[in-house]
C-alpha cells in the first residue's frame, strides 16, 4: 500500500472508532456531562496516535513510553496497542469517576485532550528535527 493511502486508511479508521460510540443506540440516551469532553479527549488521542504512527514509519525518532518501547518497530501494532489502552483508560474513567464526581470526571477528561494535543504538536515538531528513514 502507498505511504498516504496507509494513513488515510489509518486515520478513518480511527474517526470511526471514535465517532462510532456516539452512533451506536437505537435511541438517542440522554447526553451527560461527559459526552462533550469524551468525545475530545478521543478525537485528540487519535491525532496523537496518527502522528505518532507516521513520526515512528518515515523518520529516526524513538518512542519514549517504557509500555510501548519494544514495538516501536512495528509502527501499526504499537498504535493499535496504545489505542486499546486508551479507549479502556477513557472508559474506566469515565464508569469510575462519572457518576458520582461528573465535574472532576470532566475536567479529567479536557486535561487529558489538552495534554494529547499538546504530544500531537510535539511528534509533529519531532518529524522537521529528525532524519528521514
Known sequence: M???RRVRVLAAALLVAV??????????PP???LYWPTIAAGSAATADWITTYHALKFYKVQETNPLLKPMQTSPA???????????A??????L?????HDKIAAAGLWTMTAFRVYLAVHNHLNEHRAERR
Request: charged share 15%.
Open 89 to 94: 483508560g477513557l472508559a474506566a474513567w469515565n
Open 77 to 87: 501494532r504499537l498504535v493499535s496497542v496504545g489505542g486499546v489502552i486508551d479507549v
Open 31 to 33: 447526553r451527560g456531562r
Open 19 to 28: 465517532i462510532s460510540p456516539s452512533l451506536a443506540p437505537a435511541q438517542e
Open 96 to 100: 469510575t469517576m462519572g457518576p458520582k
Open 2 to 4: 502507498p505511504h498516504n
